[in-house]
């Protein structure tokens, strides 16, 4: 450990998650285990489908009145064509079985997971609520996985699965202009990386993002890069993560933005912004410095660092009363959102 690591207790807890949840503080060891070099892909797997039981045992099912109003379907959509032989991407798709129209706003939410775990469905409680609530269609892309595959598959993956929603909007029956990109820790870095990439390539047009908890730089060089709390996930496990999906881009000063959103020097027309930090997360001076960024660009930025919070609060502690909060404010950013009307510059 960092001598000079900032070790921080229960003791700096928002109340409503003094009662600690320990379901997840295996996580860290597992991961370096997985990502360490050398490891057989055998033994990744193995790893990688423990943590995935780990992770699936502290999320909230579907309330059965919403899985009633939604449908949930499965497609594939082709790899990218600037990368050769490119794998389909699986795309899974919860739209609401009353429409108000055939023109539905999209969240395009992206799975988090350190880059080297997670699928789809892993957060379809919160997909299917927004389906039946928001009157939108979520589309849920996989990606392919670290150690496996290093950049930019994952961002490949991803950015083909946004150009197949653009041109199949008929067939989902979405409105292509009001299309949010959304994700949670890596899947909030992810969606920051794809604004960055869909910029430089001319598009789609994104009418909003929503990032939360993100990991956006892998330099790990700010204050809050020291902490260590012991719930979910260490400086240590970040730094490992980065490295096995960066490889020799790892820490260097010309890694791109579609990589590494904390790299960005040119903020102007990416698409408006909502962000959520934690105060008590490795990741929290990054993301106050990305919303600087934006905000210098002129970019709208709605920035929310939660007092007394650890990373991925909402999902290891979703019953507390700080989650219900950060739950019910979320729904109500994603109503703005959706509507298309938030400010562009």
């Not at 423990?50 to 949930?72: F, T």
Request: proline letters at 8%.
């Amino acid at each position: 450990m960092n001598k000079y690591a900032d070790i921080r207790g229960p003791e700096c807890l928002h109340p409503s998650l003094a009662e600690t949840a320990d379901n997840l503080m295996g996580v860290t060891p597992l991961v370096q285990e997985m990502l360490k070099p050398g490891t057989p892909p055998e033994k990744i797997g193995a790893r990688r489908q423990q943590l995935h039981d780990m992770i699936a045992a502290v999320l909230l099912p579907a309330a059965p009145e919403h899985v009633a109003k939604v449908d949930k379907t499965e497609y594939f959509a082709p790899g990218l064509k600037e990368e050769a032989g490119a794998p389909k991407v699986r795309v899974v798709v919860t739209s609401p079985k009353k429409r108000s129209s055939d023109h539905l706003p999209v969240v395009f939410t992206i799975h988090g997971g350190g880059l080297c775990l997670g699928f789809p469905e892993m957060e379809l409680n919160k997909q299917i609520r927004w389906a039946a609530d928001l009157d939108c269609v979520c589309i849920a892309p996989s990606y392919r996985l670290s150690p496996e595959n290093q950049y930019p598959a994952a961002v490949n993956d991803l950015h083909s699965a946004l150009l197949w929603t653009v041109v199949n909007a008929k067939k989902l029956g979405i409105d292509p202009s009001r299309i949010v990109v959304e994700g949670i820790s890596s899947g909030g870095h992810l969606a920051a990386a794809l604004t960055h990439r869909l910029k430089d390539t001319g598009g789609p047009k994104l009418c909003a993002q929503l990032i939360q908890f993100p990991l956006l730089d892998d330099r790990q060089a700010t204050p809050s890069s020291n902490i260590f709390f012991e719930q979910v996930w260490l400086p240590t496990a970040e730094q490992i993560s980065w490295r096995a999906w960066l490889g020799d881009q790892y820490a260097r000063a010309d890694t791109p933005p579609d990589a590494v959103p904390g790299h960005a020097r040119d903020f102007h027309g990416l698409p408006p912004a909502i962000i959520h930090g934690a105060e008590i997360d490795n990741g929290r001076d990054g993301v106050m410095s990305y919303a600087s960024g934006l905000m210098q660009a002129g970019v709208y930025c709605d920035l929310h660092i939660w007092g007394g919070a650890y990373h991925g609060f909402s999902i290891v502690q979703n019953d507390s009363e700080l989650a219900r909060r950060y739950t019910n404010l979320v729904v109500m950013q994603l109503k703005d959102a959706l509507t298309g009307k938030l400010p562009q510059k």
